[in-house]
């Protein structure tokens, strides 16, 4: 069946002003629907949790639907297991604290160099406690992490280990089920930072089996917010930092303060607009429960054919750009094992200049270091500027690939 590109296209209001938004690695426009439950919150349910009023109950009613919405998107076991926050990067300080509580001097916890900095720095506070880090390398010629390296980095004394799905600088995705079961065999807490990997790729948190995954709806098409997934049973054990009054159960005792309700709604109204990119049935699909984890899974196997399909094209066209220079995996044959994440430079240009010239012509592009900080400064492109990123999302359109190329094209 066609991927719908044009229709999907129809339901954001932001790409009717002609701009190409390869922008999205940063954060993604919002469908329509999204717009309108952000905006119904605030008609009809614009009160605090747990009051004996209707809005108030009305607002219990949307946290609830927003915990199982992230909780099909990610195959969590309930609602339970679903925390909210204002965002990734503030969810995972807030539980690096936590776990550091449990720590004693000399307890090892491993990050890898091609992370996001929002999975190293909380981890490398811990250090204030004794914690020693241990750090995972990767492969500068194609930015994909040093798997070999995983039974020297892992010890009997690791703890924890930290690692990304994907890469949001190179889009290289990590393998891992293999990592996460060497650290479990070390008997270590595992933590997942799938902001990148979300949107692009199918999560299964009880086939990882990890003990935390955390996750950015503003990746995914929905409002700026932060989830994160724990075990029910870690989530229980630990001991979260919190005011008194506030509920002694999990997730409310990791949920500091009142939660952006509006949020929320927005949330599980993004689940619901990719839950309905895969309605159709579909032949393969009937092993699986009929319900929204099932259309989901429909919808983001078609939204990885369609970003594959297209980034195919956007690398070909890069390589035959004089004064390129692509970083991450440029293998055509490698395709899968990446997001539609594109990291290069332009001989002669700064990244600045390039994102400049592009945004000037309408085409949105980063440029710098993404904060994966310490990734930049490995391959030497932290004091340079860092490099260009152009990413696809599921309402990119080969047209704006094209017309993206064309306009470095002329730049050269």
Known sequence: MEYPVERIRGQFPALASGAVFFDGPGGTQVPQAVIDAVSAYYREANANEHGLFATSRRSD???AEGRAAMADLLNARDGDGIVFGA?????????????????RAGDEIVVTRLDHDANIAPWLHLREQGAVIRWLEFDPADCSLKLEDLGRAITERTRLLAVGGASNAFGTVNDLPR???AARAAGALTFVDAVHYAP????????LNCDFLACSPYKFYGPHSGVLYGRREVLERLNPFKVRPAADRAPD??????KNHEAIA??????????????????GWESYPAGRRRRLKQALAAVRDHESSLFARLLAGLKEIPGVRIYGITDPGRIRERTPTACFTLAGMTPAEVAQRLGEEGIHVWDGDYYAWEAMRFLGLGDRGGAV??????????????RFLSALQRMR
């Open 87 to 103: 965002n990734m990067t503030t969810l995972t300080l807030h539980l690096a604290r936590i776990i550091g509580r449990e720590l």
């Open 266 to 283: 927005g949330v599980a109204a993004a689940v619901d607009f990719l839950a309905a990119l895969g309605q159709d049935p579909g032949t």
């Open 200 to 207: 692009h790729r199918m999560i299964d948190v009880q086939l």
């Open 253 to 258: 005792r990791f949920e500091t303060g009142t």
């Open 389 to 402: 990123r152009a990413g696809l999302s599921l309402y990119s359109s080969a047209g704006e690939v094209d």
């Open 179 to 181: 990592i996460l079961a």
């Open 61 to 63: 009613e949307i946290v």
